[in-house]
């Protein structure tokens, strides 16, 4: 099966700018999630979406970020405007969702630096 | 959050079983035991998942305590190819935090 497909795979931006980074989880995924991880830090949750609703969204800093999953497929997650902070991969994974356990299933991230 | 702690970095040779302990004291009831690997430059792989006892894949062992309040992931026989971050989850269907993760480095 076609695992999660992220794009773009690096991006270079000047601080103040603006940057979106696109995801396309697993077919049938419910459950869409986007990390964070800082270099030498493990990856920080950033939003939650349940089909297209917001599941968690408590470390999002919504000054700066935002994040849409509309129709319940791919998501689109938004920087504007940039800090040099902001400099990460954004990794983006997907599960069936539902309770009980869930296995994520990450892309290959995208790799945000900020000048 | 949901925290665990496991140990930084551990070493080990080539041919050896290595075992890394994740410590979660406040786990809830609803929480499965997950462990990734992540090499450089891409995303976590799922290596196993348990919620108590011993579980077994065919390439890690998880054990879990009766107590759960922590677990140990078994790495039979490494190779140099298992050299990478190993992250311990506790979770359900949210609150799927990872901790700083454990480097493991497979020396020749």
């Known amino acids: 099966e076609a695992g999660v497909a992220q794009s773009p795979r690096y991006k270079i931006i000047e601080k103040r700018q603006s940057v979106a980074f696109w995801c396309n989880p697993i077919?049938?995924?419910?459950?869409l999630y986007w990390y964070q991880q800082i270099l030498g830090q493990g990856p920080k949750l950033l939003i939650q979406?349940?089909?297209?609703?917001?599941?968690?969204d408590s470390q999002l800093p919504k000054d700066r970020f935002s994040a849409e999953r509309l129709k319940g497929v791919d998501s689109t997650l938004k920087i504007q405007p940039a800090k040099l902070e902001d400099s990460a991969v954004y990794l983006c994974a997907s599960s069936l969702g539902g309770t009980g356990a869930n296995v994520l299933t990450f892309g290959a991230g995208s790799r945000l630096t900020v000048l | 959050l949901a925290k665990t702690t496991q140990p930084i970095s551990m070493d080990s040779y080539e041919g050896q079983e290595v075992n890394i302990t994740c410590s979660h004291n406040n786990i809830a009831t609803n929480d499965y035991i997950t462990w990734y690997q992540q090499f450089p430059s891409q995303g976590p792989r799922f290596i196993i998942q348990?919620?108590?006892t011993k579980v077994t894949n065919e390439v890690a062992s998880l054990f879990i305590p009766a107590d759960r309040k922590s677990s140990t992931l078994s790495l039979p026989r490494v190779s140099l190819s298992d050299t990478a971050v190993y992250y311990c989850?506790?979770?359900?269907?949210?609150?799927?935090?990872f901790g700083s993760g454990t480097q493991l480095t497979v020396l020749p």
């Open positions: 979406f349940q089909n297209n609703g917001v599941v968690d």
């Open positions: 077919s049938g995924h419910a459950t």
């Open positions: 348990g919620y108590k």
């Open positions: 989850l506790r979770g359900s269907a949210r609150q799927l935090t």
